[in-house]
């Protein structure tokens, strides 16, 4: 999962309490762990703990090799925000071929955008997150609302 930079003050504020990187993401995979996910439709997803919700939107992803993802990379000569999704979770903002050199071989997801400086591998699809807020009562409650009204 990728942050805005609204998602991740809401989540220093509301999860972490802290604004480190490393912090942020944890407690955002911690939140995740014991979350349910409420499909919205195919792009936008809801992941609840009937507490608190985080909205998501579904990125576009490639599915690359390991090999395929070096030579992706291999002309950034700048520091992005590197998201690992697999076995092991981790996020760092360094360059991404250093960050390369951290990940098992295999075939992986990957999202990047460079206008943010962000990037994604990991073994599932990637999610943006839009925001963290305090669960709806449908929410709540796990069932969808009926959208005829």
């Not at 919205?40 to 608190?52: A, L, M, P």
């Not at 992803?61 to 992706?72: A, F, G, N, Q, R």
Request: proline share 3%; charged share 35%; hydrophobic share 40%.
């Amino acid at each position: 999962m990728l942050l805005t930079n609204h998602a991740k003050e809401r989540i220093a504020k509301r999860l972490s309490k802290r604004r480190k990187l490393d912090r942020i993401y944890s407690s955002l995979w911690a939140f995740l762990e014991k979350a349910h996910e409420i499909k919205v439709n195919e792009k936008v997803s809801i992941f609840t703990d009937k507490r608190k919700s985080l909205v998501c939107v579904k990125l576009n992803s490639k599915i690359l090799t390991l090999e395929e993802l070096k030579e992706e990379v291999s002309k950034i000569n700048d520091a992005y925000e590197c998201v690992f999704f697999g076995d092991e979770k981790f996020a760092k903002i360094t360059l991404p071929k250093k960050f390369l050199s951290e990940i098992e071989d295999g075939v992986y997801h990957f999202y990047i955008s460079k206008e943010k400086k962000a990037l994604y591998i990991g073994e599932v699809p990637p999610f943006l997150v839009i925001t963290l807020r305090p669960a709806k009562r449908h929410e709540r409650g796990m069932e969808r609302p009926d959208m005829s009204e």
